[in-house]
C-alpha cells in the first residue's frame, strides 16, 4: 500500500499487530515465569542435596527476573492500548509518521514489525526523536543528532 491511502482502519490494524506482538512477548514471559517456578519448588517431604537447593534457588531468582519482564511487558501492552490512532495532521502519541523513507508509530517503542507490506518501528515517549517531532506536520523539518528530516507522512 502507499502512503495516501491512509485512514483509520489502516491505523488500527497497525496498532493492532504491534499489541499481538506484545501481547505474544507478553504469554511467553508469563510462560517463564511458570516454568522458573516450577522449577524452583521442592517437595519439602523429600531429602535434598545441595544441588537440589541451589537449582531450586536459582529458578527462584530467575522467576523474580521473569516477573520483571512481565511487569514490563503489561506496562508496554497497557501504553499501547492508550494510543490514539484516529487519523490526524499533527504529530502525537499514536500518529504515524514517515521520515528518512522509515515509518513509525509515534508514543511507544516497538521493534520492527509489517502490516500490510510496511514496515515500522516505534517512537517511545523518552526518545530525542519524539520530542523533536511532537506537535510537527507532514512537511515541517527537524533535526535529531546533527542530522535533518523532514516528516513525509503524519497520519
Do not use: C, N
Not at 511467553?28 to 522449577?39: F, I
Not at 516505534?122 to 507532514?138: M, S
Amino acid at each position: 500500500m502507499d502512503d495516501t491511502s491512509w485512514d483509520g482502519a489502516r491505523k488500527a490494524r497497525v496498532k493492532e499487530a504491534l499489541r499481538g506482538r506484545v501481547e505474544a512477548a507478553l504469554a511467553s514471559a508469563r510462560e517463564a515465569v511458570a516454568d522458573q517456578q516450577g522449577a524452583a519448588e521442592l517437595d519439602q517431604a523429600d531429602v535434598h542435596d545441595v544441588d537440589d537447593l541451589s537449582q531450586s534457588d536459582e529458578g527462584g531468582d530467575l522467576a523474580g527476573l521473569f516477573g520483571g519482564v512481565v511487569a514490563r511487558r503489561q506496562e508496554e501492552l497497557a501504553r499501547v492500548d492508550a494510543l490514539d490512532v484516529t487519523p490526524t495532521d499533527v504529530v502525537a502519541d499514536g500518529a504515524i509518521v514517515a521520515f528518512g523513507d522509515d515509518h513509525y508509530l509515534v508514543g511507544v517503542a516497538a521493534e520492527a514489525f509489517e502490516v500490510d507490506g510496511t514496515t515500522f518501528e516505534g517512537i517511545a515517549a523518552d526518545a530525542p526523536a519524539h520530542a523533536a517531532i511532537l506537535g510537527l506536520k507532514a512537511g515541517d523539518r527537524f533535526t535529531i543528532g546533527g542530522t535533518e528530516h523532514r516528516l513525509d507522512l503524519v497520519v
